[in-house]
Structure formats: C-alpha cells, structure tokens
C-alpha cells in the first residue's frame, strides 16, 4: 500500500479517530474527531474555534492519533500516526459537508458554521496493524516530506544460526533460510523476545 492509501483507510473506512494532543501543563488530552477526507498531501478534519482542542492544536501544531476498526482484538486493523497540523480556514468547509452530510445535522445553518475551520495533518509518520492476519501484518509509513524512523529489531553478522530467537518468537516471523537469521519486519510485533533471548546478542534494537 502507499501513503495515500493509508489515509484514505483511516477518512474513508474507519472515519473516527482518537486524537491526542497536549495542554499547558505538558499533558495529554484526548478526543473523539472524525477525518473528514484525505489525499495524498494529508488528512483534513474540522473543529470549532471556541473549544480547548482548537487551542492546542494552534499552541503546539501537533497531534498524534489512532484509528481502530474491527468486531474485537483479533479481527481488528489499527493504524496509528503523528503528524504536524495546520489551520486551513473555513474555505473546505463546503467540500467536507458535502463529504459528511451528518454534519448539517450538528451545524445546520450557515451561521453555526461560523464557529467552524479546517485542519490538515500535512507531515506526518505512521503505522498500520491488522490483527486479522495470520502472522499479523505490520507496515509504516510516512507523507508530507517526514522523515522515516525504523523501530523494531534486526539480527547481526553475530547470530551463530541456533534458532532461540525462533523458538521465542510469538508470530514465528523469523526467516531460518540463511544466516544471519532474518527478521520479517512486515510480521514483528516488536515484543523484544529475540534481543532478550540471544545468547550471541546478535539481535540489535533500532
């Protein structure tokens, strides 16, 4: 998947997210708001000017949220990002109720709608989770220009092939067909089983 595919699963799919910000005193506030469209620039969603998140979003243009879809844990998809924001204004407005008719039902005339403007996450890092997979599947990514960070574990030119890393593994996504022995990032759950276990401490974190 690319990076505008990401996006358009978190607006178009799952729609509402969990955002979290941070208020004066350094802590974390969280809330319920639904992206409300995507293109391979970001994400767009609106607030209104009057409420605390709009003033955090202005202090710290900043955000990181997580969007989650499924019957239960292990049928669920999650995909997580953080990412710069900026105000756009009311000009989308119209785009975006046209997208999310349900919001005339909360700001139906045009003068409630003065309250409101527009955000776009327009930088930002991400990552996708889906628990319905067998191994889980794992993927991140990034848009707007952000830079990649890897996490996660890789093995070294140290492992000496004995497969401990193997037997702890919770998703058995450690390749054994060459050595050093691999790690299938696209299946790791980051859990640390392998760094903690190898007896060569062939097993580095990123």
Not at 32 to 55: C, H, N, P, Q, V
Not at 160 to 182: A, M, W, Y
Request: hydrophobic content about 35%.
């Amino acid at each position: 998947m690319q990076p505008m595919d990401y996006l358009s699963y978190i607006s178009d799919v799952i729609h509402t997210t969990i955002v979290a910000t941070v208020d004066d005193d350094g802590l974390p506030v969280t809330a319920a708001i639904d992206m409300m469209d995507s293109d391979e620039d970001g994400l767009y969603f609106l607030t209104a000017r009057g409420k605390g998140f709009y003033d955090r979003l202005k202090k710290r243009g900043y955000l990181a949220l997580t969007a989650l879809k499924g019957e239960d844990t292990m049928h669920s998809v999650a995909v997580s990002l953080r990412g710069k924001v900026r105000e756009l204004g009311p000009e989308p407005l119209d785009r975006l109720f046209a997208r999310n008719p349900y919001m005339a039902d909360i700001y139906p005339s045009e003068r409630s709608r003065e309250a409101l403007t527009v955000f776009k996450i327009y930088e930002g890092a991400g990552e996708w989770f889906d628990l319905s997979k067998r191994p889980i599947e794992r993927a991140d990514f990034t848009f707007g220009g952000a830079e990649r960070q890897r996490e996660g574990y890789v093995i070294t030119e140290d492992c000496i092939g004995c497969g401990v890393c193997v037997d702890v593994c919770p998703q058995k996504c450690i390749d054994t067909s060459e050595r050093p022995l691999r790690i299938m990032q696209e299946h790791c759950l980051h859990c640390g089983n392998c760094w903690k276990e190898c007896p060569a401490d062939a097993v580095v974190k990123l």
